[in-house]
């Protein structure tokens, strides 16, 4: 767990990154629907596990402030988790909310359980435009091939879910690296 100053990814439109990236790698990073069902799909039968690394109340990057449209510099509630097949990270995950909209929301008490599996089964739940990333993630060691980020919105509720694709997910799955 890296929690020292980091360079923020460099975050560019879903469709630049087209051209650059393989059809296999298309359908993981443009798609819309619960990373957590794909992941437990894909990796079937191995057992799906979120390993909860980091959990609190902090500032977040300028760049995650930005995307939700918060001051800098303001407290936000921020998560990160391995999630993994067989213990196996196949994806880093950072989510970010402000604290505003976390009324009733009942984050904390997630432990390591999927914050997607939460989300997707919000009544109304929104989600903006995907953004992408060939940098690793500014959290965590591991390398990997692509991130992607959007924010993600149910009544006052928005939370920035930034999802690094590592290495060993594309091992295990065959896929190209880019």
Known sequence: MN?????APRWRPLAAARPAMSPAWWRWVASRDSLTRRLIEAGAPR????RLLDQRLGRPRRDEAL????APGR???RREVALCLDDRPWVMARSVAPLHGLRGQRLAGLGERSLG??????PGLERGPIEVSAD????HDAPGPWGRRS???HGRF???VQEFFLDDMADDLALPAR
Do not use: D, N
């Open 3 to 7: 929690h020292g100053p980091a360079l």
């Open 151 to 153: 924010v993600l919105r």
């Open 158 to 160: 928005a939370v920035l």
């Open 67 to 70: 995307a939700l449209g918060m």
């Open 47 to 50: 057992r799906f596990r979120v």
């Open 75 to 77: 407290l936000a509630w």
């Open 136 to 139: 690793p993630a500014p959290f």
């Open 117 to 122: 599996h939460w989300l997707f089964r919000q």
